[in-house]
C-alpha cells in the first residue's frame, strides 16, 4: 500500500521557504526548482521532494566539509 505523503500548495511553499509564488511559477516555467505535480491547473508540492531539494541546495564550506578542512 502506497503511503501519502504531505502535499503543499505554491503559497504554502513560498512561506516555508521566503520566496514569492511568482518566483515559485517563473522556476516552473524555466523547469528549474523543486520538482511539482499539476491537477488539472491546480500545482501541488511534494514535501519529501521539496525537502531533498532544498538537501541538494546545501553549500559546504571549509568548516562542514571533512575533505575540505585543512590538516
Do not use: N
Request: proline share 4%; charged share 30%.
Amino acid at each position: 500500500m502506497l503511503m501519502a505523503t504531505k502535499k503543499l500548495s505554491p503559497q504554502e511553499v513560498a512561506d516555508m521557504y521566503g520566496v514569492k509564488t511568482c518566483t515559485l511559477a517563473c522556476w516552473r516555467c524555466k523547469k528549474v526548482g523543486p520538482r511539482y505535480a499539476k491537477l488539472g491547473s491546480r500545482v501541488m508540492y511534494d514535501i519529501e521532494d521539496l525537502e531533498d531539494w532544498f538537501a541538494s541546495r546545501c553549500v559546504h564550506t571549509r568548516d562542514s566539509a571533512p575533505q575540505l578542512r585543512k590538516r
